[in-house]
């Protein structure tokens, strides 16, 4: 599918969910799977692309075998794109990053923040604990399922 009709798309799709006040909306067509789902701020859809192809439900970077057990084994928690898109460690060019390494974070805490297709997402840790490693730089292309940050999670 075409960039331009899936970009349509899911304009149309947005226009849908705010006609009837919808915070999800999903859509399977030719091979491609579109998930629109409202942030709880109820600004617009961050957008979910899926497309059936040589690996069907696996993510990009999605560590598998040892390397997968090996974080799981060391209570490491991996912050994954949920989207394709642009990732900015800042909330402006000038200002400092959301996080650093070894700073403390909370599920709440933003991470940085993913534009794609001009609509800012922001990306939050999900977990209480001490930022380990930043997977990425600044302003640098991600994909789905991508690694960008690992987290050391509290000990309850």
């Known amino acids: 599918m075409e960039f331009e009709k899936i970009r349509e ?3 149309n799709l947005t226009a849908v969910m705010d006609a009837k006040k919808l915070d999800e909306l999903e859509l ?3 091979g491609l799977k579109v998930a629109l789902r409202r942030s709880r701020g109820g600004e617009g859809p961050a957008v979910y692309l899926s497309a059936h192809g040589a690996h069907p439900g696996a993510p990009a970077h999605e ?3 040892p390397a997968r057990h090996a974080e799981e084994a060391e209570g490491v ?3 994954r794109s949920p989207m394709v898109g642009t990732l900015y460690r800042a909330p402006a060019p000038d200002a400092d990053p959301f996080v650093e390494v070894g700073d403390e974070v909370a599920p709440d805490t933003v991470l940085c ?3 794609a297709m001009k609509v800012m997402n922001e990306l939050k840790a999900e977990v209480e604990g001490t930022l380990l490693s930043v997977e990425i730089d600044n302003g640098e292309a991600v994909e789905y399922g991508q690694p960008l940050f690992r987290i050391a999670p509290r000990k309850a």
């Open 77 to 79: 928690h991996v912050v």
């Open 9 to 11: 798309l899911i304009e």
């Open 113 to 115: 923040i993913i534009e």
């Open 28 to 30: 399977e067509t030719e």
């Open 63 to 65: 560590p598998s075998g």
